[in-house]
């Protein structure tokens, strides 16, 4: 699903030239589920970028479903973002002036479902997740786990292949942070791609393989012997 | 999409009512203020548009040269201009001539009327411009002599609801004392027509009066030519002067030059030509400087809204993130924003329109009711204004769209989006130039205000307060003027009685020559024709010699001269030298008078002669003491219906006469002072919504501040600090502008005021004040609040 060849990615302000991903090779494939860990600065986010094709890299090449991706234009980049690419950010991200419904809904409507099918889907998503009662609140009526919910209802929506999370758990307390991992778990069970950037190792090894990141580099590739299964714990 | 865009829209702005609120006032009132000036400058714009020819037809215009090098244009001609103009060129279709008539006493059986609108005019006016006859035939209307076209108005009130045709009107004309047969009925002349008669009569009625009237001599009538359709209006003008020349003498013809006017140039382009016969004259300079003024207002009230948005793009930019990241294109969103800023444009129109409805009879009453604006039936134009509020709702909106959408979704994963460093530099040039034009407009204002009552406060020559006029329309009622007096001064509240010029007419001009040294010397001059006991009535001063005297029976010969005159003559013993007119009269001056202000502020005194002439005095002037002034007035009204009962009595004062003849300065200053208040206020509304949101901004750094002891005062201070510097700036870049604009404003008054540095500091002042006061009420409170109140946000 994803290859990457010595990727590499600098940031240049006025006199300072930043390399926040420094020749990295990674592959990742359908149906894995991946933590990217790593010390603050090491790169986790501007890779999870890279990846979510929200920035293009400074060199190398990024081949996402087969294709090369990495110097595509913004809108092209949007068309494959919409369809096989859901986000999940440590604050939520969820657009406070619509409902838990209407923001769940929203980016089937850039994909341009029907209405009927549309409601269909919401509705499903929003059962499997626990939050259909709550449909008709705004975010900032919703405990933290509950808006985190919202947001990987959101990710999955639209049958997304590849679920980016940017330190889902990181504004939770642990029992909802236990839960969203679940949910993560279940997603990846029923055949979605995770990968997600944590600094908990215990986070981390809900994972089957975990990716190190230090100084940009990828220092190591653990493939993690005995994976969880989220049945089992369920 | 559309409505998930749509819903952002709305709940975004009932999460934000105050910014909403500051955008939507500022916008309503830009547009209010756009849509009262835009339908009086479209009414200005409109005359005479209604003649179907319009574009083909010109009014002849004569160039005056003095050999002194002095220029006047006037819109009279001579009467045999017009044929032969006919004659001479292909081009020309048809002319026509009008002469207005001054106010005649007019009766239908006993129903008698001063009437001010009576011309008379050649019957080709129905082919040149466009009149909508209720009854009567146009191609005969005026062709026999004492034929009379007249409007509804007239009428009715002449002959009520029978029928007016064959009729005849009386008319007290001087030279045509008798009869007119009413051959038609004209709709009324519409309020945007620089030509309005409530009757109009043959002139082959003055041709057989007045045997001159047909020669080249005198300058009687206004000249209008119509073109044939694809002539060019260059070829007559280029072939005027010969044209000229081989009519006219050489003493005639030197110095005199004619040009054509196009007709819908008449009403706005003719403040300098005189002797006009429109029936308000309009100023282009006055059309430009509101235009001007209605644009300033829409674009601070658009700064105010970009600035705004793009204050608060921190707070929107997480949701621009969002939708970029969902796969939303960059387009979509640039569309969203610009539908936002159209949205809120549109409400504030929709908002402006009983606004603009409430305001309109006052704002008509402003412009002293001479413009008819309505919009009634007006759909072309609210459609247009609607366009506009579209246009405006654009451009206010397409740097925010740009701005806003261009924030990068990755930023949200970085957590960055908070940033609103971007665009602060704009801001402040933006609210600067606000400022500016809140400076500039305070200080032409103030300005327009000093001139104004300078004007009021500049001594006259003369005393204008308490001193009734009642105009002299004929003959009967001249020849009365010593019995009128006689009776009049009997009452103790009547102090003088006399009667001649009013000042501030001008009075009317001729060419005179003095014998000096070097031969004799020649000058137009104004003249008054005046009675005994005129300058004492009008409490004016002799310099030299003495004013008429019926002690002395030869004064009929003599005449007073003003200071001016005497200067212009260079004349250093005048009392004693003779005057001679151009048909030779010779007559001695016996006085010289000091200046006094004859024909209007505007212009330099000009060098005047008072004649001696009781029988053409225009007025009967009345100095009635300040007690009791009703009475007085019904004690003049009495005598004069006793003495002349069938001349319906009509007075007014002099110092009303006199402030009405500054009207159109009046009208601007009290446009400008209501316009520049507005354009404070609008700025005034932005700088108080960006202090609003500067401080929610500055909230933790403000509590940060007071936990480590800073005072209310010091919070403030820091607050206001940057507004002071921006007002500072703003007053620096208005002040030069202005004091260019205004000086040359100024030079356009012969008697103006010197520019000081008082009403530019005082509007810097006035403004930074207004900004402050703006600012503190928030400064106050954020520097009042409870400093674990705002770390709390944490």
Redesign the interface.
Known sequence: MIRLYNLKKVYRTDQVETIAIANANLRIDPGEFVAITGPSGSGKTTLLTILGLLDNPTEGQYYFLGEDVSKLSEKRRADLRRKNIGFVFQNFNLINQLTVYENIELPLLHIGVASLQRKQMVMAVMDKLRITTRRNHYPQQLSGGQQQRVAVARAVVGNQKLILADEPTGNLDSRNGEEVMELLGKLNEDGATVVMVTHSTEYASWANRIVQLFDGHVTNENILEGMRSVSELS | ?FR?YL??IF??IS?SRVYFFINVAGLCIGFTIFTLIMLYVLNELSYDTFNKKADRIYRVVELQKSPEGQVQRVAITMPALAPALKREFPEIESTARFVLWPTVLCHYRERRFYEDGLAFADSSIFDIFTFHFVEGNPSTALNGTDDIVIDQTTARKYFGDTDPIGKFIYIDANIRQGAFQVTGVIRDFPENSHLSFNMIASIRTLERGLHIFNGWADNDVVTYILLRKGAGHDIVQRNLPTFLKSRLPENLWKGLELYLQPLEDVHLFSGQILYQINHNIGSIENVRLFTLIALFVIFLACINFINLTTARSAIRA??V??????????SHLIYQFIGESIVVAIFAFMLSLPVVEAILPTFNSMMRDRIVVSYDNQLPFLLGIFLIAIAVGLIAGVYPAFYLSSV???E????RYASSKRGIFLRKALITLQFSIAVGLVTATSIIVGQMNYFSSEPLGFNGKNLMYIPLRDVQSRSKIPLVSERLIMDPNVIAVSAGELTGSGGTQREVSILGKDGWSRRIVRESFDDYGYAKTMGMRMVEGRYFSRDHPSDSLAVIVNETMIKAFGLKKPIGKEIQTANGSIYKVIGVIKDFNYFSLRNKIDPLVMWLAPNRCQYLLVRVSKKDVKSTINLVQKTWNTLLPNHPFEYGFLHSYLSARYGSERESEHLLILFSLVAVLVACLGLFGLTMHTTEQRIKEIGIRKVLGASVTDVVFMLSRETIWLVLTASVIAWPVTYYFMNRWLNGFAYRISLTLFPFLFSGLLVFMIAMLTLSFQAMSAGLSNPSEALRYE
């Open positions: 999409m998930s819903k952002t709940r975004n999460g997480r949701e993130g969002i939708r970029k990241l969902l796969g939303s294109y960059h990068r979704p990755a949200l994963l970085k957590g």
